[in-house]
Every structure is written in structure tokens, then in C-alpha cells.
């Protein structure tokens, strides 16, 4: 870990006041990050010092020396809500390949005070990146955190999955009424419903808030639907009674956790739903008129995390369709009506003009002109 200059006062102000994380027995060649910096570990490193109060995004990835070839095993990640002057201490568990945080406040206060010796194998906190980690989680407190994490506490880019059947013998799969195994599978259908169910390990699965799979009250008419499923307020107001009653906007801390599994823990899930969790709250349009703080935090929130992003980004391969355009299409849409804040009207013009010019993203142009070109077949044509 190189060293990082940073103003005389704050230095100071981190190393009496910054907590203390002591990472014993890491491997090394382990790429090891915290926030928004990650580093590949040498075989001197003992931890990091000097780090702001706070939550914090440690997470990791494990160089495999069972098979010889030092493959990188996928990451894992921790939140942590540190105290000022706080030490914590976490030892590498070989046989896991994974961190224990030490539950044992005898060894902490061991470790405490022989900091001043483990001073020189302790790199300083990135304080470069501590703005840019603070804008993408400024709405994020460590109750949502721990609220949505797996209860296990590990954020795990490849899911732990197991079946949902156990079924191992011939006789088991006769008793569900399934073909054998060693039968040819007569179409790719049938080959995938082959394959077994599975399900997440308990303990192991983020826990997201629920969205609605229906957008619509029970008993709404035909025109009602309609209505519904062009204005998702319903749905949102269904997710803030079930998960932020007190709080609404917590909301915007869950867009920001999904935000920051995907782009620092590599959880693809969790991109997932970023996706469905922006779509459903970028088409409410009598939410906007009725919650003005939400959507004004909506903004601040998008403007940083699409600056941490390549502009082709959410290109869909398959339709070469932007997903978030047509998001913001009628987000941008909705917050122009005439019930809805000066402020944030005017908020949200700006943000359009910002995302037109920096990823030449075009929300004025008629959605008919991105619809699926239909190609005609030749006569006689057919595809299976």
C-alpha cells in the first residue's frame, strides 16, 4: 500500500480519532479492498489505519494455494459501521478462505496496545477516494445496511446455492416423476427443465425489499389497471408501508446498497435490483407531486452513480436498447407535469441537460422510433 498524502490537520484529526482495521494472517497476492480503493496485498500487510468513522465496504478476494495456480476465488464482502478509535480485529480462516472478526474483546485490547508496533504494517486509509465513497452512500445508514445484507453478513458475488430437491438416486426422481438421468433429452426445454431447482443457502441471500408483483389494488376495475400500470405509486406506496413506514426515505439507502454490491461486490442480483427498484420509482407520477424530498434525494443519488459508469454501460446486447434512457424517459416525463415542485422541476431539467450532454443520451425522442424492427422472412421461411 503506497503512501497517500493528505492536509497536515486531517491526518492528524484520522489518526486520533480513525478507527483501526487488523487483518491477521491474509494471504498474499489477495486483492483486498476497502470503499473505493482496492489493493493487491504484500507480504508485510497487517491492516488499515486512520480510517473515517463510519460505514464501510470491506471486501476481498482470496488467492487459492490448494491447487498450486493461484486462481482468485470470487469476492466477498463485509459492511462495517466503524466507531472513532475503534479497533477491529479479523483473522484469515485457511480452511474457509474467508475473514473472522474476533469476538473477543481480551485479544482486541491486546492488539490495542500494540498498535504503536503494528504501526509500520498498517497502510493509511485512501483518503483520495473518501468523497467519492461518501457521495455513493451518503443516504445509507448501517440499520439499512444490516437490514438488507445476508443474515451470514457475507455480500458473495457468486451466490450460495443449493437444490431445492435432494435427489440423488434413480428412485428419487421416479418418485417425483421425473425422467432418469441417463435418458436422452429429446429438446433444449426439456433439458432445462431437467436441471434442479435451486435455492439459496439459508442465511446467505441479500435481502432486498419486496416490489409488488402486481401493480393494481385488489378489485380495481379495467380503466383502474389501466391507470395503475401507467402510474406505479400504487406499488411504490405498498414497498414504503412494508419496509420504510417510518422512514421513506430509506428507499434511496437501499438504491445505493444494490449500487455498491454490484459495482464493488460484483453481485449481479443486486444490479437486478438497481434496475427494478430505479424502474419502480422512476414511474410514479403522483408520488412526485406528493413526496418532493424523495425524488429531489432520487437525483443527488443517480448523479453520482452514473459518474462512476462507462456511458455504453446499460447498452442491452440483445435489443441495443438502453433500459435506463427509457426509464428516464418517463421519469423526466413526469417530473416536467404541472403538479409537480418548482424545485425539483427545475432539478430535474438540469439533470437531464447534465446526462444529455455527458452520455449523449436523447429523452425527447419518440419511443415508436426505438421499437423492435420486424424483419420479414422469406416465403417458405421458417424459424424453430
Keep these: 500500500m503506497a503512501g497517500i498524502e493528505m492536509d497536515p490537520e486531517v491526518a492528524r484529526g484520522l489518526f486520533e480519532e480513525g478507527a483501526t482495521l487488523v487483518l491477521l494472517g ?43 495456480c493461484g486462481d482468485i476465488s470470487p469476492k466477498t464482502g463485509l459492511f462495517l459501521s466503524l466507531k472513532p478509535r475503534e479497533v477491529l480485529v479479523a483473522h484469515w480462516n485457511q480452511s474457509e478462505d474467508d475473514l473472522e472478526i474476533s469476538q473477543s474483546p481480551e485479544e482486541v485490547e491486546r492488539v490495542r496496545a500494540n498498535l ?72 433444449m426445454k426439456e433439458g432445462l427443465e431437467r436441471l434442479p431447482r435451486m435455492k439459496h443457502r439459508e442465511g446467505t441471500e441479500l435481502r432486498f425489499s419486496h416490489i409488488p408483483e402486481q401493480a393494481y389494488p385488489p378489485g380495481a376495475t379495467p380503466a383502474q389497471i389501466t391507470q395503475y400500470n401507467m402510474d406505479w405509486t400504487y406499488s411504490l406506496n ?12 430509506d428507499v434511496l439507502g437501499e438504491l445505493q446498497f444494490a449500487f455498491v454490491c454490484f459495482l464493488l461486490g460484483n453481485v449481479y442480483e443486486a444490479f437486478e435490483h438497481w434496475k427494478s427498484l430505479l424502474a419502480l420509482l422512476c414511474r410514479c407520477e403522483e408520488a412526485m407531486s406528493e413526496r418532493r424530498d424523495l425524488y429531489l434525494g432520487l437525483i443527488a443519488v443517480l448523479y453520482h452513480q452514473l ?25 423526466f416525463q413526469f417530473a416536467s407535469g404541472p403538479g409537480v415542485d418548482s424545485t425539483l422541476r427545475k432539478r430535474a431539467e438540469k439533470f437531464k441537460v447534465h446526462l444529455t450532454k455527458k452520455f449523449r443520451w436523447d429523452f425527447d425522442a419518440d419511443p415508436e422510433e426505438c421499437a423492435p424492427v420486424v424483419v420479414e422472412l422469406p416465403e417458405g421461411l421458417a424459424l424453430d
Design 307 to 331: 459518474g462512476e459508469i462507462p456511458p455504453d454501460f446499460f447498452v442491452d446486447i440483445v435489443s441495443q436498447n438502453n433500459f435506463l434512457t427509457s426509464t428516464l424517459q418517463d421519469f
Design 26 to 68: 491474509v494471504p498474499e497476492g489477495t486483492e483486498l479492498g476497502l470503499d473505493y480503493k482496492t489493493w493487491t496485498l504484500g507480504p508485510r500487510f497487517r491492516g488499515v489505519k486512520m480510517i473515517p468513522p463510519g460505514l464501510h465496504f470491506l471486501h476481498y478476494c482470496s488467492v487459492s494455494t490448494s491447487g498450486g
Design 238 to 249: 405498498c414497498l414504503l408501508q412494508r419496509h420504510y413506514t417510518e422512514q421513506p426515505l
Design 116 to 187: 504503536r508496533e503494528l504501526d509500520g504494517y498498517l497502510g493509511p486509509y485512501p483518503y483520495d477516494t473518501l468523497r467519492k465513497w461518501v457521495s455513493l452512500t451518503d443516504r445509507l445508514s448501517q440499520e439499512v445496511a444490516s437490514a438488507l445484507q445476508p443474515l451470514s453478513g457475507r455480500v458473495c458475488a457468486f451466490s450460495d446455492v443449493i437444490p431445492e430437491l435432494q435427489l440423488t438416486h434413480t428412485k428419487d426422481r421416479a418418485e417425483q416423476n421425473l425422467p432418469r438421468l441417463d435418458q436422452e433429452c429429446q429438446s
